[in-house]
C-alpha cells in the first residue's frame, strides 16, 4: 500500500510540477510521509503483520513512527532522483 501510494503520489508531483530540484526533493518527501502515515492510519490490523499496529501493539508507536517517516522520506527523495535520472536519460 505505501509503495503504491508514493507511485501515484511521485508520479503525479512529477508530471505537474516542472520546479528547481531542492523544491522537487522535499515534494518527495513530503509525498513519502503522506505515503507512510496513510497506510500507518488505514490499515487494518489483520492486515499489518510486522508492520505497525500488529509490531508494536499501537497504531503510532513514537520510536517505530520515527523510523516509518525517515523511511518514508528517503523512499520519497529517491524515487525523484529516480525520475528526474530516467527523464534526463530520454525516457518517460
Known amino acids: 500500500m505505501i509503495g503504491s501510494l508514493l507511485l501515484a503520489g511521485l508520479l503525479g508531483l512529477n508530471r505537474l510540477l516542472r520546479r528547481p530540484p531542492a523544491a522537487r526533493l522535499l515534494g518527495g518527501g513530503v509525498v513519502g510521509v503522506a505515503a ?3 497506510t500507518i492510519g488505514f490499515i487494518p490490523a489483520g492486515l499489518s503483520r510486522g508492520f505497525a499496529l500488529a509490531l508494536a501493539g499501537e497504531r503510532f508507536d513514537p520510536t517505530l513512527s520515527l523510523i516509518y517517516l525517515l523511511g518514508g522520506v528517503i523512499g520519497g527523495v529517491t524515487m525523484i532522483l529516480v525520475a528526474d ?3 534526463r536519460q530520454g525516457r518517460p
Do not use: H, I, S, W
Open 36 to 38: 507512510v502515515l496513510t
Open 85 to 87: 535520472r530516467c527523464t
